[in-house]
């Protein structure tokens, strides 16, 4: 299963595995992005291998909800479970606050469980300049177990090149397996965090709409304030404008 920040190449990865072109990627469709799952599969030597490809994270909150739920749907789709999820990031582009927060999106939805099935693949390997470690030693401290299970990979290259660099990121995945004892992340965990993530989106909007209520309040508060004290103001300069008018009115008669 592909997780990842949207424009990862995700797709392009998945098709690179299977070797035939599955999933549309922003080179070869006219939208550039993967809105929903969709899943391929290959016969690679004696297995067959079943990819889900999933819409990427991208930056506002309201996105985010619509991507983990369209991920949970996918994921509950595998009959038992991904037996491995890989996590894709660009290895070209510098690991910001917002790459972070992109890849703990996952760990913070699919627990500490998901360490046990992750592999990090780092994509536009050709155009890094730091090196796979340093890109490893940007990740956020609890990814850092999962050092061993990543990888690699330069999908633009020579066929050769990419063949072999997928056969790798393939036995990195057949390591997994084997670690795991051939077990998948169980789909009955991710129902149960599916139901937990959408409780908790209802409290969200909840909680939002009441701060946006609390902050409407407020500003109508202190904007009554602001104009029972102007009128105060406006009124106090009005009695002085009458008295001095009236001064003015007494002097002139009196003359
Ligand atoms: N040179 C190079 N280009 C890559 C590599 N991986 C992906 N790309 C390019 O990056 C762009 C985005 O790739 P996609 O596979 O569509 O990315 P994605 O993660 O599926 O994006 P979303 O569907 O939006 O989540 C495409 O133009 C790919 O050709 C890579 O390893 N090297
Ligand atoms: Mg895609």
New binding site residues.
Partial sequence: MLI??????????GNAILGKLR?N???NSME???RSCRTGSAEIGDKTIVIL?T??VMETKEDEEEVMKEVFKGAISLKSGPHVFLL?IRADVKFTAEEREAVEIFSSVFGEELYNYLIVVF?????CNTGIDNCILKLPESFQQCKEYCIA????GKSQQVKKEVQQLLEVVEKVVQKNGGKCYPVETIKEIEKRYLTSIEDNRGMRAMIKELYKQAADAMFNKAADAAEGFFGKVAGLLAALKGKISNKSGSK
């Fill in positions: 990842g920040k949207t424009g990862s190449g995700k797709s392009t990865l999933f990627t922003e080179g550039s992005t993967t490809d819409p990427g894709v994509t536009h390997s050709s155009a990979i330069e999908t633009g």
